[in-house]
């Protein structure tokens, strides 16, 4: 009988968490680590019914002066919902091993404010989950700076290459599209 009563609660906490995962897009489930910082970043928590951009990034790349232009259009759109989201990556072997050099070249250098996290994989087998669906949805990273816009509903409406600038009127356009974007909880 109190082996029914412990049940009950863990059941309960269980499905409470499926309930949240079939709540939140499959782009945006699971959590990846803060650049330099001990937390992590809850992609459901944190992104669920935002418009988002997400960008592989690498500190020693050609296209890492980007970082000013994405920075510049964090800081545009912000105020109606915009959220971005950097992935540092050494995939194409242009990123420190050090996660400080990486922050350095990020945050001092850059001085970007939005979210970085850790180095991750972003392609292959081997890529975290978030660019495993973002592939899925479009497709991989071909190189640094490839740029995903990623509507209120988690759907990728649009992706870039490296090639494409911060200030690209048709990048900007899917970024208003997003924004523009029904939640899917409406």
Not at 75 to 104: C, H
Not at 114 to 130: I, S, W, Y
Not at 142 to 155: A, M
Request: charged share 20%.
């Amino acid at each position: 009988m109190l082996m029914r009563w412990c049940a009950v609660p863990a059941l309960l906490v269980a499905l409470t968490g499926l309930a949240q995962a079939a709540d939140c897009p499959e782009v945006l489930q699971g959590s990846l680590p803060k650049l330099r910082a001990k937390e992590s970043i809850d992609l459901c928590k944190q992104y669920a019914d935002k418009p988002l951009v997400v960008v592989n990034t690498a500190s020693f790349c050609g296209f890492a002066p980007q970082f000013e232009g994405l920075e510049a259009l964090h800081k545009r759109y912000e105020g109606q919902g915009l959220q971005m989201l950097g992935v540092p990556s050494n995939d194409f072997k242009q990123e420190s091993k050090d996660s400080a050099e990486t922050a350095k070249v990020c945050y001092a250098n850059y001085g970007v404010t939005f979210a970085m996290t850790e180095p991750q994989k972003v392609r292959g087998d081997d890529a975290t989950h978030l660019f495993q669906v973002l592939a899925a949805q479009s497709s991989a990273p071909k190189w640094n700076f490839y740029k995903y816009v990623i509507d209120r509903q988690g759907k990728v409406i649009a992706n870039f290459s490296s090639l494409t600038k911060p200030d690209d009127p048709e990048f900007i356009a899917a970024i208003e599209k997003a924004i523009a974007s029904k939640p899917l909880k409406n």
